[in-house]
């Protein structure tokens, strides 16, 4: 009798140990699916392709003229300009260069190593240099993307086409990099970063929309096209632009989903 009185007692707390492990086990994936998905997504991504892979076939020293389109942006405002030509066009390595604007006029502009008199170390040497950006940029000139110079090397920066549900949980663009004197790509990389875990947000910062961990491609993509092309460019600030792609994405997050 003392058996069967216990049977039912031993079925209930089978039923409530099976009910906490489910509603356990039902929490855990709510917390980690975005992981699990992440990584089958970026996955299948990496691994079949795009074709050609990210690689650097050859560097250029001396590239003397380069035109850069940002199509994720896209293009390149005026503070973005002053910068690009303070970070790149030295004069000597680079000569030339030419950028696309927000409104798909293209800016080119030229400068000497005589253009640039601030030393390093001297007094207010960054007033100066903003000073001697400006005096070039103020000479530039703009034109039709079909009239524009043409240049020895072209940047294209583009986001890679992700479907609406990858998007939910990745970020590709892709760079790639052209000889405009043989047409040959000398180097092309896509990079694949992924958003911010539920279960470890961006608690450092707080405003960026992906982790700045790389799933495939070259890390360090901000400065892929400086390693090809653009080696001599200053150090202290190397973006492209002043407002770091992962904080636009941000910002914008609402319109980009």
């Not at 690009?84 to 030339?96: P, S």
């Not at 790389?214 to 360090?220: A, F, K, L």
Request: a positive charge.
């Amino acid at each position: 009798m003392n058996s069967l009185r216990t049977q039912p007692a031993a079925k209930r707390k089978n039923v409530w140990l099976w009910t906490a492990a489910s509603l356990l086990l039902l929490g855990m994936l709510a917390l980690t699916h975005d992981i699990i998905i992440t990584h089958i997504l970026a996955y299948r991504i990496c691994k079949a392709g795009p074709q050609p892979k990210t690689f650097i076939k050859k560097t250029v020293d001396y590239p003397e003229s380069i035109y850069w389109e940002d199509n994720i942006y896209p293009g390149f405002d005026g503070e973005d300009r002053l910068l690009m030509i303070r970070n790149y066009l030295d004069g000597v390595h680079l000569k030339t260069m030419a950028l696309n604007g927000p409104d798909g006029t293209i800016h080119v502009y030229t400068a000497t190593e005589e253009d640039w008199q601030a030393r390093r170390g001297e007094p207010n040497y960054f007033d100066r240099l903003n000073t001697e950006a400006k005096a070039i940029a103020e000479r530039g000139t703009t034109f039709t993307r079909e009239a524009m110079p043409r240049t020895n090397y072209s940047v294209i920066l583009s986001p890679a086409p992700l479907t609406s549900f990858q998007r939910r949980y990745l970020w590709s663009d892709e760079v790639r990099i052209t000889d405009n004197k043989t047409d040959e790509v000398i180097a092309y990389n896509r990079r694949l970063m992924r958003r911010w875990y539920m279960i470890m947000p961006d608690i450092a910062f707080g405003n960026r929309y992906y982790s700045p961990e790389v799933m495939c491609g070259y890390d360090g993509f901000e400065r892929f096209d400086e390693d090809v092309v653009s080696g001599h460019a200053r150090k202290f600030f190397p973006s492209k632009h002043r407002e770091l792609l992962n904080q636009r994405i941000y910002r914008k997050s609402k319109e980009v989903f």
